[in-house]
């Protein structure tokens, strides 16, 4: 059969509109895949991603030209970072079971998320909130357990039981080998406090009064802590305050905080959204006297929903990609807006919330607020996320997906004993090769997809993705939006042969397909090897897949 006429059969396989009818089993899918494409993966050899070089391009295929010797910046590992609010289920549940539970844990902290982050890199996590931040008084948090002060979350009137205090998320932070993120309170609390939060953990033993009741508190050597937010969404929850006030509480709060010899990096709290004005007001304000120390600036941008979390159309799966893309915009316009009063770019951005946000009614345990099941589409919303960061790897210092466990755009679910990964953690375990590397200029010349949003015709990137290079490995990694059609990519390499290549790839037949507690490995990465020769290596994409492609340079 000719190429255009299995291609044409596929196409009339077309998958409708709703997910539910688009799933079809794994194996069928990669039948249909390979009759239509002989150079497709066989569906008895599904860990092979093959090229045969004699075919003829694909009409409507792809070009990824990376060039090694175009560096953008180094991929910060804490771009990879993550949230961890107390909220619903995220700590208790999701990482504190206490030291007494049935469930594995190490001094009270789930097992299962500890082994599981560890997997993650060196990168950080964000604690208390989020709003909560906002209402915590730390020293409810430290102590003697049985004597620490029982309050009313922010969330809900539920106790919270402050059984998860500063000792117990260092202690987390250790365990799982991730840099501790704190966010001080701004809205309901003074500079005095948050100073002295500081002094708690950072003060060497013996120096201070607070560093004495810390050593008191078990814990002798100081925690060094450098990321410390001083606010979070001001212009909301935290305090609804104007750009103008919250600048003045900001200068309050940073005002001769001493580092004990730690670098301390400041978070401001940045806008809801890309919203430019509230950069502009703040950093006037800023400019118009003394400038007070900002390492971050902290938009947050949650692409929300189309549809629902397992219940979309093709339309709303291709919108929900297109909103999730905005971040580059965002990106570009806080950059530009900080540039104009900080010429030197020494203030970085520090996406601290991300993630996509769906209504209610995929929550495992009711009592988890805000908790939904993540399937395929925000496994590609996160991996489309992570590629923007890294192709702004010079701007973009840190930035945090809501949240780690139990939560919105989750790596993990838990309940009780049972435990699972969601595909979003794949991404991010598939990603983890570009902490730390240098981010490379990558061109891609891609046919667009056209869907319609709001009455309107739009149309989104059909691939994307970001290079990095640590010595003479290339990681490249790729979101191919398409839905039903599967794509031919040429990567070429500027001025450097390839002497092997590899790809990892996560994807599904079914578009929300998902991990749950009985079928946890449903949504799992798959290898195999890629033929290259010269600088080019060749590869089909499936539809709706996300790939990291690593290219040893010769
Ligand atoms: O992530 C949930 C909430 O969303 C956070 O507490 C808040 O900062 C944001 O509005």
């Given at each position: 059969?000719?190429?255009?006429?299995?291609?044409?059969?596929?196409?009339?396989?077309?998958?409708?509109?709703?997910?539910?009818?688009?799933?079809?089993?794994?194996?069928?899918?990669?039948?249909?895949?390979?009759?239509?494409?002989?150079?497709?993966?066989?569906?008895?050899?599904?860990?092979?991603?093959?090229?045969?070089?004699?075919?003829?391009?694909?009409?409507?295929?792809?070009?990824?030209?990376?060039?090694?010797?175009?560096?953008?910046?180094?991929?910060?590992?804490?771009?990879?970072?993550?949230?961890?609010?107390?909220?619903?289920?995220?700590?208790?549940?999701?990482?504190?079971?206490?030291?007494?539970?049935?469930?594995?844990?190490?001094?009270?902290?789930?097992?299962?998320?500890?082994?599981?982050?560890?997997?993650?890199?060196?990168?950080?996590?964000?604690?208390?909130?989020?709003?909560?931040?906002?209402?915590?008084?730390?020293?409810?948090?430290?102590?003697?357990?049985?004597r620490r002060p029982r309050r009313f979350g922010r969330w809900r009137d539920d106790t919270e039981t402050n059984r998860f205090g500063t000792r117990e998320f260092l202690r987390f932070c250790k365990l799982a080998g991730v840099e501790p993120y704190f966010a001080a309170n701004v809205g309901t609390g003074t500079p005095e406090e948050f100073q002295q939060w500081v002094e708690y953990v950072n003060a060497p033993a013996g120096s201070t009064t607070l560093a004495d009741e810390r050593v008191a508190n078990g814990d002798r050597e100081p925690a060094a802590v450098r990321y410390w937010g001083v606010g979070n969404e001001s212009w909301g929850c935290g305090g609804k305050f104007t750009p103008e006030d919250y600048c003045r509480e900001y200068r309050r709060f940073t005002e001769w905080v001493p580092g004990y010899g730690v670098p301390l990096y400041f978070i401001a709290a940045g806008p809801n959204g890309n919203d430019t004005a509230w950069t502009r007001r703040f950093f006037a304000k800023w400019a118009d006297y003394s400038r007070a120390p900002i390492q971050g600036w902290a938009p947050h941008y949650y692409c929300g929903t189309t549809g629902h979390a397992l219940n979309f159309t093709h339309d709303q799966w291709y919108e929900m990609l297109h909103k999730a893309n905005r971040m580059e915009a965002l990106i570009n316009d806080q950059w530009a807006a900080l540039g104009e009063v900080d010429k030197e770019h020494k203030i970085k951005l520090v996406i601290d919330e991300w993630g996509a946000w769906h209504p209610e009614g995929t929550e495992i345990n009711r009592r988890h607020l805000f908790e939904q099941m993540g399937c395929l589409r925000d496994a590609l919303v996160a991996a489309l996320t992570l590629d923007t960061f890294h192709r702004h790897a010079e701007k973009v210092d840190m930035a945090n997906i809501a949240q780690l466990v139990n939560n919105l755009h989750s790596l993990f679910l838990a309940d009780e004993d049972?435990?699972?990964?969601?595909?979003?953690?794949?991404?991010?375990?598939?990603?983890?090769?570009?902490?730390?590397?240098?981010?490379?200029?990558?061109?891609?010349?891609?046919?667009?997809?056209?869907?319609?949003?709001?009455?309107?015709?739009?149309?989104?990137?059909?691939?994307?993705?970001?290079?990095?290079?640590?010595?003479?490995?290339?990681?490249?990694?790729?979101?191919?939006?398409?839905?039903?059609?599967?794509?031919?990519?040429s990567i070429r390499v500027a001025g450097a042969s390839v002497s092997a290549a590899r790809r990892t790839a996560i994807h599904h037949a079914a578009l929300n397909a998902h991990n749950t507690?009985?079928?946890?490995?449903?949504?799992?990465?798959?290898?195999?090897?890629?033929?290259?020769?010269?600088?080019?290596?060749?590869?089909?994409?499936?539809?709706?897949?996300?790939?990291?492609?690593?290219?040893k340079l010769a």
């Open positions: 059969m000719q190429y255009g006429r299995r291609l044409r059969m596929l196409r009339a396989m077309k998958l409708s509109h709703s997910p539910a009818r688009t799933r079809m089993s794994r194996r069928s899918a990669l039948r249909a895949l390979s009759t239509a494409l002989p150079w497709a993966i066989a569906p008895s050899a599904a860990a092979r991603f093959g090229f045969s070089k004699a075919r003829a391009a694909a009409p409507d295929g792809a070009v990824v030209r990376i060039d090694p010797s175009r560096p953008i910046g180094r991929i910060q590992p804490a771009v990879h970072s993550h949230f961890a609010e107390h909220i619903g289920g995220v700590i208790y549940d999701g990482i504190w079971v206490g030291p007494e539970s049935k469930i594995p844990n190490v001094d009270g902290i789930r097992k299962d998320t500890i082994d599981h982050v560890r997997r993650l890199g060196k990168v950080a996590v964000r604690w208390p909130g989020g709003c909560f931040a906002d209402r915590y008084h730390w020293r409810d948090g430290i102590g003697p357990s049985e049972k435990f699972v990964a969601t595909p979003t953690f794949h991404v991010f375990e598939l990603y983890r090769p570009h902490q730390g590397a240098e981010a490379l200029h990558l061109d891609v010349e891609t046919p667009a997809v056209a869907f319609r949003a709001g009455g309107k015709e739009e149309s989104i990137f059909r691939l994307a993705g970001s290079a990095s290079r640590s010595g003479k490995d290339l990681f490249l990694t790729l979101v191919h939006s398409h839905v039903t059609e599967p794509l031919e990519v507690f009985e079928r946890p490995a449903e949504v799992a990465p798959v290898a195999g090897d890629v033929p290259a020769q010269g600088t080019e290596a060749r590869i089909v994409l499936e539809p709706a897949s996300i790939s990291r492609i690593d290219l």
